[in-house]
C-alpha cells in the first residue's frame, strides 16, 4: 500500500446529495386538486410543468393539443 490516505484513495464515481436525508409528504386533501384528466398518451415527454404561481397539466381529450392552466393559491379543483 502507499502512504496515501483514505479519502485520497477513495474517489466516488456517483454523486451524492446534500439532501438525501430530505422526504416529502403527501398534501393534504384541502390542499390538493383533484379530478383532473391528466392524459395518459404522454410517451417521451412531459405532461406537467410548474412555477411558483400557475400548474399546467396536459389533458385527455380528442384530437390532441389541449392542456389545463390551474393557479397554485386556488386548491380543490374538481370537474
Same mark, same amino acid.
Given at each position: 500500500m502507499d502512504s496515501k490516505?483514505?479519502?485520497e484513495m477513495c474517489w466516488r464515481s456517483s454523486f451524492c446529495s446534500k439532501f438525501r436525508?430530505?422526504?416529502g409528504k =403527501?398534501? =393534504?386533501k384541502?390542499?390538493?386538486y383533484d379530478g383532473?384528466?391528466?392524459t395518459h398518451s404522454v410517451h417521451d415527454n412531459?405532461?406537467?410543468a410548474a412555477n411558483p404561481c400557475f400548474v399546467a397539466v396536459?389533458?385527455?381529450c380528442s384530437g390532441g393539443g389541449s392542456f389545463v392552466i390551474l393557479p397554485i393559491h386556488h386548491v380543490c379543483y374538481s370537474s
Open positions: 490516505t483514505v479519502s436525508h430530505v422526504f =403527501s398534501a =393534504s384541502e390542499h390538493s383532473v384528466p391528466i412531459h405532461y406537467c396536459v389533458t385527455e
